[in-house]
């Protein structure tokens, strides 16, 4: 059972990828925030730094794209294979209305004849292996039925479901139970993977119990959580306070390297407490922690400085 990287817009840059890598790995691949297609236009500088090589030593990278346009991603599949891929990621799932009223994303999923012509259009022209991540469907699970059999008609080289619908957005539990009466279990030439609530080892184990025939499980939030969750789950040495506090300083110094401004790199390591918090909360990492105080400490410092005080002192 294979462990995956969700892609999260903002969060899993490669900066953040090999961090997670250095100090606690366990992820079997990686994939990286959506690329947007376009017919005649590069990829831009953030973009081809996300698929780089150099920076993506050692690991395994699946680019993801957001598309409605075959011919768009032909083009920019294209340019995503100039850097040395061979396998890229369709994003069926993103709920983002900015995203969704485009026909990308979810959105693609309330047109199922449409979908399927993309998709057709695409398969009959590519020379690039394509996975795709999906809801179940747009406004109602009963939709899945339907979008599972055009699913099946395409040579995917991994279908990758986020039990919920766009209409849930990462709202009310995951609806595993609608997955469970699919023949989603029993896809035969397709590589299957489960995402959705994983959050610690014991939903993990729930859900291969639940989907003994998937091939990986794709986590997101749960390991931005825990950084150290897909190794707990390999019985993998992670470490504890002191790794999480090297980790933590890492992303703050490789930020400070490519971002313009102390302000900009403050930003994005404190947004990344609204989801470390919760291991402090449960008193996982120490007991001794007031997990009220550190993320009113986080949240109001106002420099690096300050920041990288408040991890070391942790």
Known sequence: MKIELAPMEGITSYIYRNALAKYYGGIDTYFSPFI?????KELNFKEKNEIRSENNEGMILVP?????????????SGKIKAFGHDHVNINFGCP?????????????LTDSEKLEKLLDNIFSQTDIKVSIKTRLGYSDESEWENLLKIYEKFPLEELIVHARIRED???????????KKSDFCNMQNIKTSYNGDVFTVADYQRIIN?????DAVMIGRGIIARPWLAAMIKGEPFGGIDTFKSFNLELVEKYNEIMPGEKNTLFKVKELWVYMIKPFEEGELSKSINAGKLL?????????????TIIKTI
Request: a positive charge; hydrophobic letters at 25%; proline letters at 2%.
């Open 96 to 108: 983002s209305g900015t995203v969704t009223t485009k026909g990308k994303g979810s959105g693609a």
């Open 64 to 76: 993801q794209v957001l598309t409605a346009n075959a011919d768009e991603f032909l083009y920019t």
């Open 36 to 40: 947007s297609t376009h017919k005649d």
């Open 296 to 308: 009113k400490s986080i949240r109001k410092c106002g420099s690096l400085k300050e920041y990288s």
């Open 210 to 214: 639940d989907f003994p025939y998937l």
């Open 169 to 179: 957005f990462y709202k009310g539990g995951a609806r595993t139970d609608a997955l």
